[in-house]
């Protein structure tokens, strides 16, 4: 649990997060003007095979894209403007994403950034490192299906990646310690 965030997310905060770190999250909203082009070929081919002029389906489409593209800008904007993450924004990525990919991205972030003490979580590092995890499992699901040459032998060796992450808990627990208690003298 988060502090000072509720249990409950709301619905908006959750589809926004869930939205943020969907693997579409680096692509516009609106489309490009070069995908928009074919768009109006084809209203203007079926204007004039159907012998209809009206001007109203391209205007659609044109306002249709203007509207689309002041969200992307607008979107653009706001994480310009908010480029950290708040703890109800990460509280949603919890919701949205599941506790357990959340906390391996907050692992990952964990071992990407342990030297530097001041590092403070930023809304597109959490969805890199949200997309990292899931590009990782996805291989894991894919090489389990796969077909292996030779079978594991003997016991297992444990995951290097969960013992570093252990230490430097453990150191990050200690500087925590030392830093509280130089602040409580």
């Not at 904007?77 to 480029?83: I, L, Q």
Request: charged share 25%; aromatic share 6%; with cysteine.
């Amino acid at each position: 649990m988060i502090r000072g965030v509720p249990e409950d997310v709301p619905l908006l905060d959750r589809l926004i997060a869930c939205l943020e770190v969907s693997p579409l999250a680096t692509v516009p909203f609106s489309l490009s003007i070069l995908s928009v082009a074919p768009l109006f070929l084809l209203l203007c081919g079926f204007q004039a095979l159907s012998g209809i002029r009206s001007a109203v389906p391209v205007l659609v489409v044109a306002a249709g894209w203007c509207v689309l593209a002041g969200f992307d800008v607008a979107r653009n904007v706001w994480t310009m403007r908010h480029p950290y993450a708040s703890p109800r924004w990460l509280r949603s990525v919890h919701a949205a994403v599941g506790d357990d990919l959340a906390v391996r991205a907050l692992a990952y972030l964990i071992r990407r950034y342990d030297h530097e003490p001041d590092y403070v979580v930023k809304r597109s590092d959490m969805m890199t490192a949200v997309q990292v995890e899931r590009n990782e499992r996805r291989e894991a699901q894919r090489r389990a299906e796969g077909f292996r040459l030779v079978e594991a032998l003997g016991p297992t060796q444990p995951d290097p990646k969960a013992l570093a992450d252990a230490e430097r808990c453990r150191r990050a627990r200690e500087r925590r310690a030392a830093r509280s208690a130089g602040e409580t003298l």
